[in-house]
């Protein structure tokens, strides 16, 4: 019957959600040691926002959230193959809740550590135009005005 999945189809078609499981699974561990290495650095009072650090983060994770993100739309076509991989399924929904989460606590830890480096980036603007208005005056000190008690 040429509506019946083969044997093979249907080994090829978990084979296929493993591996979206797994590049998942892999998203999440990244994820887990980078919150862990960031609360380490900041309980050690070191530079969280340091770029070399978020850089690293970001890169290691691009491949893998790129492979993820293009098997979950597939997936979220074939909804018969959803039905017949259930198991997997409720799987990969826990492992993509996690990653969520620490998304979101990621997400957090930016916007409130950025806020601190936005305020300082706007302080030292205000403080600028005093330091521009005093740089273009031309003044040089009188001779005598440099002398000392020596």
Not at 48 to 72: G, M, Y
Not at 106 to 125: Q, R
Request: glycine share 2%; charged share 35%.
């Amino acid at each position: 019957m040429p509506n019946e999945i083969t044997k093979r189809q249907r080994e090829a078609e978990k084979a296929f959600w493993m591996k979206t499981l797994q590049v998942s699974q892999e998203c999440l561990d990244l994820d887990r040691r980078f919150i862990g290495a960031l609360e380490r650095k900041t309980a050690l009072g070191a530079d969280p926002l340091e770029p070399s650090l978020w850089e690293n983060f970001i890169e290691a994770r691009r491949d893998l959230v790129d492979c993820a993100t293009e098997n979950l739309n597939l997936i979220a076509r074939d909804k018969k193959a959803q039905s017949r991989q259930r198991d997997i399924k409720d799987r990969l929904e826990t492992t993509l809740g996690e990653v969520m989460r620490l998304e979101e606590k990621l997400t957090s830890f930016l916007a409130e550590n950025l806020s601190v480096l936005k305020d300082a980036i706007e302080d030292i603007s205000k403080n600028q135009v005093i330091f521009s208005a005093y740089g273009r005056h031309n003044h040089k000190p009188r001779p005598e005005a440099l002398e000392t008690t020596i």
